[in-house]
């Protein structure tokens, strides 16, 4: 390792490329399909000698896990930022080692010039289709709604909560309460029951989760309460994963914003570019569809993660 910049990436070379993965951690079924995605691409198959950390979520342990890479020497750093602040002064240290960093899925708020490209998913428009729909189903209806955030200080739970606002904004769609859930299927569960147990199965319309996961630990409270998911509450997520999409085609969950995990194959090509020293774009968004039941039951057979 250590060569970080010099264009020695890519296949074809003896040495293979040493690559640092900083990872959220494993909180939803999007993760694990991301993760895996990963380690397909960067495998020793493809030239690349992979070093995984998987952070559990703790913004402090995945800035651990990129010192670490950096005194390691690798030649290239991929990160998936847990939060979106915080980022300067280790990034800046990778910059100083002459090691080029890579984020794929969430974004930062540190400069641009302190990484070499992202690749992902538009957080906001995810957000705005979301509310779209909600506006389309009970825009003119008084509608109670209430919200499951993902991590706080994340780029997709803070986008997909402005760009959903924006798309109720003007609707009789009232949000009562928003809380987070951490992504996580528990998180999704327990906020839920605090929910029920504060306003009533009656007292809620709509759920908004940020990600099915959260959604599907939703509708296992609003079953234990007594309620009908779907139908007493109707429910809108994002990311279309298998158990999601399953849930959708079962009539528990209404609508599906996707959020594409498979971002391994284009991470690696940013990653063999960039020490190539081909110019790559600073951004490069993968583009999402969204699914209502009928929809999902045509394509669930068919899907990929
Ligand atoms: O939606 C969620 C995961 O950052 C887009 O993280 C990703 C989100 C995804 O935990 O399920």
Not at 131 to 142: L, M
Request: hydrophobic share 40%.
């Amino acid at each position: 390792g250590g060569s970080g910049g010099n264009g020695d990436g890519g296949s074809g070379g003896d040495e293979p490329v040493s690559v640092g993965f900083a990872q959220t951690g494993s909180e939803s079924g999007w993760r694990s399909a991301n993760t895996e995605s990963m380690k397909t691409a960067f495998s020793a198959d493809n030239g690349f000698d992979l070093t995984f950390n998987a952070a559990d979520n703790d913004p402090a342990a995945q800035i651990a896990a990129v010192r670490s890479f950096i005194n390691q020497g690798v030649d290239a750093i991929v990160i998936a930022p847990i939060v979106e602040d915080g980022w300067d002064d280790v990034l800046q240290e990778a910059a100083d080692a002459d090691i080029p960093v890579i984020l794929e899925d969430r974004t930062v708020t540190a400069s641009e010039d302190l990484f070499a490209s992202w690749v992902g998913l538009d957080f906001h428009k995810e957000g705005v289709t979301a509310g779209e729909w909600a506006a389309e189903t009970f825009g003119d209806t008084p509608t109670k709604i209430v919200v499951l955030e993902g991590t706080t200080g994340s780029a997709p739970a803070n986008e997909r909560a402005s760009g959903f606002d924006e798309a109720i904004d003007g609707t009789a769609i009232e949000t009562i309460d928003s809380q987070t859930g951490d992504f996580t299927r528990d998180g999704g569960k327990t906020v839920m029951e605090g929910f029920i147990q504060k306003y009533g199965i009656d007292g809620i319309d709509l759920l908004y989760a940020h990600n099915d996961d959260m959604a599907l630990g939703a509708i296992e409270a609003i079953e234990a309460a007594g309620g009908v998911p779907g139908e007493d509450i109707k429910i809108v997520s994002i990311d279309a994963v298998k158990d999601g999409m399953q849930a959708l085609v079962d009539g528990k969950i209404n609508y599906i914003v996707e959020c594409n995990p498979l971002l391994g194959e284009l991470a690696a090509g940013l990653v063999t570019d960039v020490l190539a020293g081909t110019a790559v774009e600073k951004k490069n968004y993968v583009e999402d569809q969204s699914f209502t039941q009928e929809q999902a039951a045509e394509v669930i057979d068919s899907r990929l993660y």
